[in-house]
């Protein structure tokens, strides 16, 4: 844009100030934020700009720059909403500073806003962290009592609130509550049940020498685990120990063992993947994801593109997580103009942009300026 001398305006240096904060490349973003409050700057910060530096000195663990970047957004006029509170809160929360996250929870009611399930979840993450797990039940309760519905992602805190802190017997009363509610819980919410990893492993061992009966979920735990640690021949291991025993494999399972094959084999991604159409199950959005991420490995777009498809056709609504997998597979492809396309379709659709969706979009623009450029100079 500076090459065409075209001024960039302030919602395209916030985009720009988010991708460098994701590439960890905090100087770069820091520079574009001092700029923008330079005395004669074009672009102003706004709200988003300080958000976003707010974000990025919570990555790099500077608490009072967190603060003093919030402070500063009030001294320039500017008022905060509840992204901004919540973005706070989370700061504290990470480190377990529940008085800090709470005062700033009673900000956000006193300047009438009305906490959402964000709001509630850092707070109870803090006291989970703080070892006040009485604490965040309050909190859960309350949530309840204000009409805010609990998701996944709360109820997971919350387990992790009392399984951290050692009441197990607590924990695993939530995740029935999970159950309960029609709620089904993922490989977070055992997985924190099970934590750390090497635990769940010995626990397993010692399973299988008494003869007890491991079931799918428990093998989607361990084949997740495992990949997620990047001890694939552990995960397969684990696979050939569901087969000897006969348990049927489950659509979770497939879709993990797809993400461990997608690191290795494109061939053994695409034939777990078709298995599970054969065994009856339909793939869900996790499968087609992996299986995305499998294409974009392999660097073949058009297979990624195909995928998409198919899953459109059977009527499963992608998130922004498999459409920037698809986004990526493009860039790397060299069609930065179905990028764009699909961003179109995201809005569309009302799919909300996350984070590697903006960066591929960014990417997607440099790309075919480069081109534009090689274009004219031949």
């Known amino acids: 844009m500076k090459g065409t001398h075209i001024r960039p305006d302030t919602t395209a240096l916030n985009i720009v100030i988010n991708c460098l904060v994701k590439l ?22 706004d709200i988003v700009t ?17 603060k003093a970047v919030f402070n500063a957004m009030l001294a320039e006029g500017i008022q905060p ?38 709001s509630y979840t850092s707070l109870l993450n803090a006291y989970g962290r703080s070892q006040l797990p009485e604490k965040a039940r309050e909190i859960f309760d309350m949530m309840k009592r204000n009409n805010c519905k609990p998701n996944l992602v ?17 924990a695993v009363e939530v995740l029935r509550q999970v159950e309960q509610d029609g709620i089904k819980p993922n490989i977070v919410s055992i997985c924190t049940l099970l934590a750390p990893f090497e635990k769940a492993i010995a626990l397993y061992k010692s399973m299988r020498k008494r003869k007890v009966l491991a079931d799918s979920v428990t093998y989607t735990v361990l084949i997740s685990g495992s990949y997620k640690l990047s001890r694939y021949s552990e995960a397969l ?11 049927p ?7 993990s063992l797809i993400c461990v094959y997608s690191k290795q084999a494109v061939a053994e991604a695409e034939s777990m993947f078709n298995m599970i159409k054969v065994s009856g199950c339909c793939p869900d959005v996790v499968a087609y994801t992996a299986m995305l991420h499998a294409y974009n ?25 498999a459409c920037s997998a698809l986004m990526r597979a493009f860039n790397k492809g060299g069609q930065p103009s179905k990028v764009l396309v699909l961003a179109k379709y995201m809005r ?22 480069h081109f534009t450029l090689i274009a004219e100079e031949n």
């Not at 490349?25 to 074009?42: H, P, T, V, Y």
């Not at 300080?50 to 967190?66: K, R």
């Open 24 to 45: 960890g490349q905090f100087g770069k973003a820091m520079d574009i934020f001092n700029s923008m409050r330079a005395e004669r700057a074009d672009s102003r910060p």
């Open 50 to 66: 300080f958000t976003s530096i707010i974000h990025l000195y919570s990555v790099c663990g500077q608490i009072e720059n967190c």
């Open 81 to 118: 909403n509840i992204v901004s509170y919540n973005t706070l809160m989370a700061v504290y929360a990470s480190h377990g500073m529940s008085k800090e996250a709470a005062a700033v929870f009673d900000q956000i009611k006193q300047n009438g806003f009305r906490p959402d399930v964000v």
């Open 154 to 170: 709360i109820y997971n805190a919350l387990i992790d609130a009392y399984g951290s802190n050692g009441l197990l017997p607590e």
């Open 237 to 247: 291991g684990f696979l050939d120990d569901m087969v000897g025993l006969k348990i």
């Open 249 to 255: 494999l489950t659509k979770e399972v497939y879709s």
């Open 297 to 321: 490995s392999a660097e073949n777009w058009a297979k990624a593109s195909a995928i998409f498809l198919e899953m459109e056709e059977n009527g499963i609504q992608p998130d922004s997580i």
């Open 348 to 369: 569309e659709k009302a799919i909300p942009l996350n984070d590697a969706v903006f960066f591929e979009m960014v990417s997607a623009c440099s790309i075919s300026f």
